[in-house]
């Protein structure tokens, strides 16, 4: 077994006075499919954001291919090889799906940013058809279809994607998740995804639950039956 | 005289329009409402005057140049930290128009006059329609619609141009993907300034600077950007043009002291039917 490409440890984050994430930690290996579960409000998208820089962490360390990448702005990190999808505001709405590809390849040389537009396209045949439509008059399934189409673009070693499933018709999430598994295979990236859907068994290849800002769970998905994820998931409904 | 009005006020609002280009870039792309870009362009025009014995061309460049880097510079060390730290627009506000008043002290201090005009060539005069016009101000029309359809180019079919949109459109993703947001926002700054140190220049050759151009200048850029819908480069233009008009014609058929009277009244009038200007307010270009 390969060391962790990515790992967090002690990661605390608040907003203000509510604290979000009381010490985290948390391991992703070279090309895995990792799933973050957890009810509503489990801090799920505070820890990848905090991963990818765009949240202000309090504490811990967050080491990426070696380095100590806690205090480094977004750019920086992105440049190392992380990206994130994030849960919301995850497209340029105003412009066509084309160009919203177009400026996620920036920091990839040019032979490398045709190819990586056409796999967008033959991964999402409905962007092809779509991409002269300005993006924010796509449905909302599309919509989520080019977010995920921005984060396969930009290229990363590892992409963070907070819960692309949310909106999706049940179809639609299967044949997502299926084009996930085709990008780990295909371009050997990691995928670290937060998710509330359930379906996440049969892409990841571990599960961290998620609760309250804390971990609950670590398990390798053949180890865990559907009973313990469900529980977490109704844990908040009550 | 009609047609003379018509052709006054295309070119008032053709050289206005300069400053509201400014207004519209720094707004557009950084979100940062920049009371102070007037004031920082009647800085270049009387840089611009004051090298203009010396060389023409290298005295436009002085100001111009100038402009761009005071606008890029308080971009980096100032407005983008303040905007990092959740500054809202009541601080830009007092910080721009201290700026401003930074400036025009400077201007007092350094220049030996308050009120300057530019004696830059005429290039003779051109008949429309049987109305004499100079071609100068033919010439700084079409400079000013030059200007907004090159960004729109730029914007369309450049690179930096596409980082340009996806920094306004959405920050935060476009950091995420990795564009140098913070540089976008000095450039966009510094074109910013530059365009309204143009607009002075065209202004002060045609009619005269003083210290007090640059508020007029900038206050009137920004009110028209806003009547056109702020951030938005075509309705500013549109706006401009019509303000430009609103102003002529008020002029002459009621005299000079009603000028800003129909035309702050038309401004509100505007605003209260629609709020976010003629063209909608979409922080885009
Ligand atoms: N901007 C904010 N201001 C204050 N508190 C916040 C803010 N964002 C999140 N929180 C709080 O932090 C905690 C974690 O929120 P987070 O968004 O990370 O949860 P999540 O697991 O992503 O939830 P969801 O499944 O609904 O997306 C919640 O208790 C939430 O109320
Ligand atoms: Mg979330």
Redesign the interface.
Known sequence: MSEPILEVSGLTACYGMISALKGIGFYVNDNEIVGIVGPNGAGKTTLLESI?G?MHIKEGQINFLGHQIERWP??KR??LGL??V?QE???????SVK?NL???V??SNRAKKEELIDRVYKLFPVLWEKRRQIANTLSGGQQKMLAVG?GIA?NAKVMLIDEPSIGLAPKLVTKLFETLKKIKEDTRTTIVLSEQNIKVLNIADRLFGLEAGEIRFDEKTENLSRDVVKDLYLGSIS | MILNGIITGLIMGGILSLPVLGVAVIYGITGIPNFAIGVIGVFGGFLTWYFLSFNMGIAILVGVVFCFAIGYIIQRILLTPISERGGDSTLFFIVTVSLGFVFEGLMRAIFPRPSISLALPRIGTINIAGVTVEGFKIFALLFALGTLVIIRLLEEHT?IG??W??TS??L?????????TNRVFSIASGIGCALACVGAIFWGSLYNLNLMTGWDLGFLGFIIAVVGGIGNIWGGIISALIMGMVMSFSGYLLGGMWQSVILYFIVILVLIVAPKGILGS?R?L
């Open positions: 990818a765009s977004v750019l992105r440049q990206m994130l994030p505001g995850n497209i340029f709405p105003l412009m160009k177009e400026v996620s920036i920091l921005i930009s | 690179e596409k980082s949109q996806a459109q959405n935060k993703l476009a950091k995420l993907i990795g564009i140098k979409e885009s």
